[in-house]
């Protein structure tokens, strides 16, 4: 049974970092493309930051250069790094994995496989 997990999520004041996992299990996640989305109360789920099996990575303008994302496909684990929070920021944080999403990277549609989600919460 595929299965994604986040977890690192918490409450931090602004300014403060996070990093945010998702382990994958159930089958190898190598070839899969990868991507955090977030949600906040009464919006839609917005594309955060994906990276794709062959290793590039994209982000949406909101986090550029305050967060970083990679994986370990060894550990069939991908990571968010979260640094100079904003309450902006606050939402419900997905992984989510599917095969071919290619350019298609900032549409939650495409993904295949979604984790229960972790919540951060930035104050100021």
Do not use: H
Not at 11 to 30: D, K
Not at 57 to 85: C, H, P, W
Not at 97 to 118: F, H, K, P
């Amino acid at each position: 049974q595929v299965q994604l997990v986040e977890s690192g999520g918490g409450l931090v004041q602004a300014g403060g970092s996070l990093r945010l996992s998702c382990v994958a299990s159930g089958r190898t996640f190598s070839f899969d493309d990868m991507g955090w989305f977030r949600q906040a109360p009464g919006k839609e789920r917005e594309f955060v930051a994906a990276v794709r099996w062959i290793g590039s990575n994209y982000y949406a303008d909101s986090v550029k250069g305050r967060f970083t994302i990679s994986r370990e496909n060894a550990k069939n684990t991908m990571f968010l790094q979260m640094n100079s929070l904003k309450p902006e920021d606050t939402g419900v944080y997905y992984c989510g994995a599917g095969r071919g999403v290619g350019d298609s990277y900032r549409n939650s549609g495409r993904y295949n496989y979604w984790g229960q989600g972790t919540q951060v919460t930035v104050s100021s």
